[in-house]
C-alpha cells in the first residue's frame, strides 16, 4: 500500500495561466475523490469519481474546472485561466468500495500571483 | 447537509485521555458519523466511524450518545503526535437518494497535547 501520491506537490502560477494536477489514488480503490482546502478551513468536497464515471460534482466546481479519470485509475484535475481566488490545497482521496474510510492524499499546493 | 458542532479547539496532556465531544442534533437515520484528523502539513486521516453502537479501533474508541445527537471521539493516551485538527463529519451512505459520497468537512477542533 503505497497510499494516494499527488503531483506536483507545490505549484506556482501566474494569474491567467493553466494548471494540472495529477492523483493517483490506490490500487483497486475504484472511487476517487477531489477536495479544495484553503487556509483555516476545512477541506471543500470538489467533485467525485466512480472508477471512470464522474457522478457527482459541486457547484464550487466552476467552468473553468475540469476532472477526469480516463481509464478509471489516475485523475487530473485541471484550472483554465487561473485565478488568486484559486490558491488552496487541492487533495485527493479515494475509497475502496465498500468500505467508509476515504484515504487522503498530501496535496497540492497551488498559489496564483 | 446535516451539521456538525465541535468546540474550537482543546488541550490535553501527553498520556492523559482525551474526549473530543461533536454535536450533530439533526442527524437523520441514516447519517454515519466519521471523525478525521488532519496533521499539519498534511492530507486528513481518518480515526474512526459508527452508526449507533460505540466503536473501538487501534486508533481510538467512539461513544455514541443514545439519542445519537451527540457523539465523543476517546483518544485513550495522548501523545504529541495526536496533535492535529478533528474534524467531525456526517455522511449519510444510504438516504433517500441512494446516499452521497462526499464527506462535508467543517472547520474541525484543533487539539494541543502538551509533553
Known amino acids: 500500500d503505497t497510499g494516494v501520491s499527488q503531483d506536483p506537490r507545490h505549484k506556482i502560477t501566474k494569474r491567467g495561466q493553466n494548471v494540472t494536477f495529477r492523483c493517483d489514488p490506490i490500487?483497486?480503490?475504484?472511487?476517487l475523490y477531489w477536495y479544495r482546502q484553503t487556509l483555516g478551513q476545512g477541506p471543500e468536497f470538489l467533485t467525485y469519481f466512480q472508477n471512470e464515471a464522474q457522478l457527482e460534482k459541486s457547484r464550487l466546481l466552476s467552468d473553468r474546472f475540469s476532472a477526469e479519470r480516463p481509464k478509471g485509475s489516475f485523475s487530473t484535475l485541471e484550472i483554465q485561466r487561473t485565478e488568486q481566488g484559486d490558491s488552496a490545497m487541492y487533495l485527493c482521496?479515494?475509497?475502496?468500495?465498500?468500505?467508509?474510510?476515504?484515504?487522503f492524499g498530501p496535496g497540492t499546493r497551488l498559489t496564483v500571483l | 447537509d446535516a451539521k456538525t458542532t465541535q468546540p474550537n479547539s482543546m488541550e490535553s496532556n501527553e498520556e492523559e485521555p482525551v474526549h473530543l465531544p461533536c454535536n450533530h442534533s439533526t442527524i437523520s437515520g441514516t447519517d454515519y458519523i466519521h471523525w478525521y484528523r488532519q496533521l499539519p502539513s498534511q492530507g486528513p486521516e481518518y480515526v474512526i466511524h459508527g452508526l449507533t453502537s460505540n466503536v473501538n479501533n487501534r486508533m481510538a474508541s467512539l461513544a455514541i450518545a443514545e439519542d445519537r445527537k451527540s457523539s465523543t471521539l476517546i483518544l485513550h493516551r495522548a501523545t504529541l503526535r495526536d496533535a492535529a485538527v478533528y474534524y467531525c463529519i456526517l455522511r449519510d451512505v444510504i438516504g433517500t437518494q441512494g446516499g452521497s459520497e462526499k464527506l462535508v468537512f467543517g472547520k474541525g477542533m484543533k487539539l494541543t497535547v502538551n509533553p
Open positions: 490500487s483497486e480503490h475504484n472511487r
Open positions: 482521496a479515494s475509497r475502496r468500495q465498500g468500505y467508509n474510510e476515504q484515504f
